[in-house]
């Protein structure tokens, strides 16, 4: 068990839809990046967020967007869902310094149908 | 865009076999991790490699990072079936960087 928990396990939605993915870190952990893991792109950087700001973007469709709160748990928000979407979303986090080990969540599984 | 190339994409042996996985790329790296994934988890941290020319050993699993910090080796001695995983290297570019680059994995499976 990493420390970082992920909701939900599993969501199954329609195209065109909208969902949250959220993530909670480590205790005491002030940095959370986003990953998008599918079988052709393998694991994808998505997001950076250091205590409540972003820090880093990667490759991140306009549609989704991010953001982290005062507890530092952090929320995924993808829109207009296209059947591409579909994949792993991963969340990790660590202290923030530069080469630190990162430490995953479970993930999530987005099915869009 | 800084690319890491993994290789094999898939392996297949017997326990007790020896093995070796690579992970190549153009670019120089600061430091290169090698991360595990079982399936229906995320990804957990195995190693390290900063300098040039290290070898980082754990238990049977060695770990060489290239002279130039351009490529990275894993190899597996006597391979067992709780070895089976994706082996994900992810290397860290720049001073400072914050943002990992991932391979896309060599997926293994050792055969009891």
């Known amino acids: 068990d990493s420390g970082v928990t992920q909701t939900p396990k599993h969501l199954i939605t329609a195209t065109g839809q909208r969902v949250t993915l959220r993530c909670s870190p480590r205790s005491g952990d002030l940095s959370v990046y986003w990953y998008q893991q599918s079988l052709d792109q393998g694991l994808q950087f998505l997001i950076q967020y250091y205590n409540g700001e972003e820090r880093a973007k990667g490759n991140i469709l306009e549609r989704f967007s991010a953001q982290q709160f005062p507890d530092l748990h952090s929320e995924l928000n993808l829109s207009s869902l296209e059947l591409g979407d579909s994949a792993l979303y991963f969340c990790?986090?660590?202290?923030?310094?530069?080469?630190?080990?990162?430490?995953f969540g479970p993930g999530t599984r987005l099915t869009v149908l | 865009t800084q690319l890491l190339e993994q290789s094999p994409q898939f392996l297949s042996i017997q326990e007790g076999e020896n093995l070796t996985v690579y992970c190549n790329s153009s670019?120089?790296?600061?430091?290169l991790q090698w991360y595990r994934q079982e399936p229906g988890e995320g990804p957990v941290l195995l190693v390290t490699?900063?300098?040039?020319?290290e070898v980082k050993k754990l238990k049977r699993l060695t770990f060489q990072f290239g002279d130039a910090r351009k490529d990275s080796s894993l190899h597996i001695t006597a391979a067992q079936p709780g070895d089976t995983g994706l082996y994900l290297c992810a290397g860290y570019s720049g001073a400072g960087s914050y943002q990992l680059t991932f391979g896309k994995g060599t997926k293994l499976s050792v055969i009891p």
């Open positions: 990790a986090s660590n202290h923030g310094t530069a080469y630190n080990e990162q430490f």
């Open positions: 490699v900063v300098t040039g020319g």
């Open positions: 670019s120089v790296f600061s430091s």
